[in-house]
């Protein structure tokens, strides 16, 4: 499957009590083609690591409000976008108005993606923004059977990618990926402090600085 083609198959799928980025659009917060922008956006990222051979996925549990919501990229917000730019060498841009929404996860992965000198593609099992009903500017942690729609998707990105190897972030990721028969390499998730491990697990991973060096 090519980056166009896994984006359009993306964007086609509607749940309740999830916001697809890359087909529904925030009447406060979005600009009017926002999600054509979202989707432009992880096209990029992806056809940005397809001729490269990626070292590894990074696989989160699902999008946030405050960070892939808003800008299509896994576990990025709209502060790390000109990062996201700089590191990959592509051109980004923003799908909502008013002043740019940062997270405290986007912030932690971003410390420490921008010390690694491999290509890392960044992922969730479930890659939409689920919510409680009635308030779709919260989180909430997807079903097992929101996250099996997207299976064949996942497989599709690891064919297209081919990663050395999978990196799970938190235990939600971990055990979706093992209910998958898929190996990865676990690290804490960062929030609810967790940030020191996360940097450590992230340390042993691929040999980075120290924890107070980062």
């Known amino acids: 499957m090519k980056p166009s083609a896994f ?99 986007a912030a932690i992965i971003w410390k420490v993606l921008t010390q690694i000198d491999c290509p890392v593609f960044l992922w969730n099992i479930f890659p939409l923004h689920p919510y409680e009903p009635g308030d779709p500017l919260s989180n909430r942690c997807h079903t097992r059977t929101e996250r099996d729609v997207f299976r064949d998707l996942l497989f599709a990105l690891l064919q297209m990618l081919r990663p050395r190897r999978l990196v799970a972030i938190g235990r939600d990721a971990q055990l979706a990926l093992a209910d998958l028969s898929l190996d990865s390499v676990p690290v804490r998730h ?25």
């Open 7 to 105: 984006v359009d198959a993306l964007s086609t799928v509607h749940l309740d009590a999830v916001f697809n980025p890359y087909s529904d659009r925030c009447p406060v917060h979005d600009r009017v083609d926002a999600p054509q922008r979202r989707r432009a956006n992880l096209r990029a990222f992806l056809e940005s690591v397809c001729d490269d051979e990626v070292d590894s996925i990074w696989i989160a549990r699902d999008l946030g409000y405050r960070g892939g919501r808003r800008t299509g990229l896994p576990l990025t917000d709209e502060i790390h976008l000109k990062t996201f730019s700089e590191v990959y060498g592509l051109s980004l841009s923003r799908a909502t108005k008013g002043p740019p929404m940062a997270e405290r996860t």
């Open 190 to 214: 960062p929030s609810y402090g967790g940030q020191s491990d996360f940097i450590r697990g992230m340390n042993e991973a691929y040999g980075l600085l120290s924890q107070s060096q980062i």
